[in-house]
């Protein structure tokens, strides 16, 4: 689960900040800041016992009513009619009734303070996850008095990774990956370089490793196959697709100096080699204009009706979908990941994954009307049992369980999730409730990833690197800095297209020159001090040698 | 003499035949994408994936729609907006005559006041937040009338009809006020039907505003059974582009995110295109011809 569905960033600005800090002035007690606001004491409820999940001691009778903020207006908001979430509804005697929204609506809930119980947001580093301090219970005090077995099933580096600066952790994301999870190979690639079947044995199944025979074979695509385009990629929108770091990733350009220090990838002899074949590739016509301006669902359409050749893929399995289409409308034809760009001085890949960072982040707030059931329902979805209703339903009714460990849908539902998505989504919604999400659960059950992508995520194994190091380090939002790095960050995207396109050498080379001397206009140095200061963080927090 | 006249003949067929060229062109921009997105909301999914410009679909399909309507709740969304755009136009137009009548008014007290006020209103807001605030303490959220008080006010649309209000002879009046006639007798028996062009158009900007508005809803409303059908339609269009990132490996999907975001377009717009004929008989001048004699 990458990030390519990311909302785009809008950031919160100073409005909400100067509303937080107006809440926790004039807000109950109004310590705000550090201390945490008094946890109700649990009367009798239960004795909380580190072995066990609080929720199976949990003897409060009257169903618990949760509201349960999700910034996104694409989450579906049904509770207790499908499979999953019944079995969640009866299981913690809860009822959650979800919100959806934008920015906007997280502000106005800042602004009017009557705050939901639970809030998930889908940016670690926006001023609302920065000032989790300020409207947020601690993790670990709830933990502590309320469900000791929380620890159990929450990941320690994950938890230190979001340890803010009063030494308590807010939020706890899903798909935050650790080095654990990296070393025990069941995290699937989510970049490959694709290419349709018929198209590579037309022609004569070439190597495309080095400059030379990436050109020569776009040229062989574009005589055979004069209807499709030879080269496509993610979708540009307002970053760089899959061109930029994921390009970089691919060919495996350093993440670090020889030093330790920041290294702007950007500007990489080797991904430099690369950018200039990809211009002469745009120059020859095997690259079309209309993949610079095509928005998400434009791509997709082209994934989905194969117009494209070969494919630089980042996100393979939110392709999924559209991959299986075109499997599934041309049963002799299926696209198949091989060796695409390879370094020019031999550098490994090191293909990127969700990192320690993790996608969503949830929150229980400070006005949790029941803040012992709220950190029972973080449990239960982090805790194997909730991994597995989640993701494969209940054994038995929905899934069984292999020999071997693995697990797999009964042929009914399987039949249901192929014919009738919408009615599976309905019905079971496994797979769905992704909260506390994480890849492992993914790889026990060969059913929840589509047959189109198998090929490509087994092609990736042993090819990732995590890049940890690299997560967070840049400017403190509202820094001089971070306006820079923002400017220098849209001169690049825009920089690396005007690349791709040059008309001729010389333009090639003066629009890099433009971009250099713009790094140096703008603080350059300074960000690359930062960057590199935070890396040292980085490894520190992580224990990195 | 004659030659006078065939050359003014002349003349005015040029001008005309260049009027009829331009007038036709701008039409011809204006409907080709509108057919586009009709033609397209009926074409498989299929169809539209080949790309390009659709004249006549390739294949027809009615798959968008259904999409779209499969949603029993969409009925319920398609009530909340027709009620909350009938009510909020017809108090929004009444209480903006009232307010626009007393202040053309020249022996009005305090009118001068009044209007400072106004104008006041037409450049400054108090921002999002305040407004919701203020929204907050009124006990307005969640409620339908949040649809419909907020909305009844706009200084904007009192300054035309008090200015519409302005051209009605004073005569008319006085002869009313010696037959007898009160205030309110005068405003809604012939100050209401003398105005009704500016009473049509005030209207259909604001019903064209309340059908199209969903940020109210965004802001104020949390509760699924007050969504309009704007509301709604948006989170189907935003659902449908999620659908592969469920990693749903379903077979054919018969929809496309484009086509059902065109059938959307068309089920929001067909309402506003279907009503504007009905109100084009308001849309005349000369009421007031013959009223009194100067």
Known sequence: MSKVLRKKGVSLGAVLLAIMLTITACGSGGGGGSKSAALPDLDGRYTPDPSTPAWKLDTKKETTDLTWYVNADWWNTDFGKDTVTKKIKEDLNINI???????????????????????????????????????????????????????????????????????????????????????????????????????????????????????????????????????????????????????????????????????????????????????????????????????????EEKVKSGKYATIMLDGVPQQGGNLQTFMTNNPEDKYIAVDGPQSTVGNQPTLNQSGITGWMINYITKKAKDPAKAIQVFTYLLSDEGQALVNFGIEGETYKKNSDGTVEFLPAVKELQLTNSDKFKKDYRMGEFIFFGHDRYKALNKDSSPEAIKQMQEWGNGKLKPHFILENINPDQGTAEARSLSAIDTTWNTTLVSLIRSKTDDDFNKTLDAYKKFLDDNNWSKIVDIRSEKMQANREKLGIK | MNRKAIREDLN???????????LVIITLVIIIPLWNVIISSLSSGQALAEGGFIFWSPEFSLENYRAVFQDDSIWQAFFISVSKTVLGVATHVFFCAMIGYALSKQNLRGRKLYVAMGVITMFFSGGMIPIYLLIKSLGLLNTFWVYIIPALFSYYDVVIL??????????????????????????????????????????????????????????????????????????????????????????????????????????????????YPLLQRYFISGIMMGAVKE
């Open chain 2, 12 to 22: 005015s067929r040029v001008f005309n035949a260049f009027n009829i060229t331009l």
């Open chain 2, 162 to 275: 008090m200015n519409f209000f302005r051209n009605v002879p004073d005569a008319l009046e006085e002869s009313a006020k010696i037959d007898g006639a009160g205030e309110w007798r005068i405003f809604l028996k012939i100050f209401i039907p003398l105005s009704m062009p500016a009473m049509a158009t005030i209207a259909l900007f604001n019903g064209v505003g309340q059908w199209n508005d969903f940020l109210t809803t965004k802001l104020y409303i949390t509760d699924q059974a007050l969504y309009p059908l704007q509301m709604k339609l948006y989170e189907i269009i935003v659902q449908s582009q999620t659908q592969s990132m469920q990693n749903a490996s379903s077979a054919v999907i018969e929809t496309t995110t484009k086509g059902v975001q065109l059938a959307t377009i068309v089920i929001t717009t067909l309402p506003i295109v279907v009503i």
């Open chain 1, 97 to 299: 009734k979800f919100i959806t929204g934008d920015d906007t609506k997280l502000n106005t809930f800042f602004a009017g303070g009557d705050m939901p119980d639970i809030i998930t947001v889908f940016d670690s580093n926006s001023a609302v996850a920065q000032k989790a301090s300020t409207w947020a219970l601690p993790l670990n005090d709830l933990a502590e008095k309320y469900d000791p077995y929380f620890n159990q099933v929450a990941a320690k580096d994950t938890m230190n990774w979001f340890q803010q600066k009063d030494g308590k952790t807010y939020g706890y994301p899903d798909y935050s990956n650790t080095q654990a999870d990296y070393d025990s190979g069941t995290i699937p690639a989510k970049t490959a370089f694709i290419i349709r079947q018929d198209v590579y044995e037309a022609i004569g199944k070439p190597s495309m490793k080095t400059p030379e025979e990436f050109e020569s074979a776009m040229e062989k695509i574009k005589s055979q196959f004069p209807q499709l385009i030879p080269f496509g990629f993610n979708s540009i929108g307002t970053g760089t697709g899959s061109l930029g770091d994921v390009l970089q990733d691919y060919l495996g350009v350093p993440l670090e100096d020889k030093d330790g220090k920041f290294y702007n990838r950007n500007l990489d002899e080797d991904y430099l080699t690369w950018l200039k074949t990809l211009n002469t590739v745009y120059r020859n016509g095997d690259i079309s204009d209309d993949s610079f301006a095509d928005d998400g669902t434009a791509f």
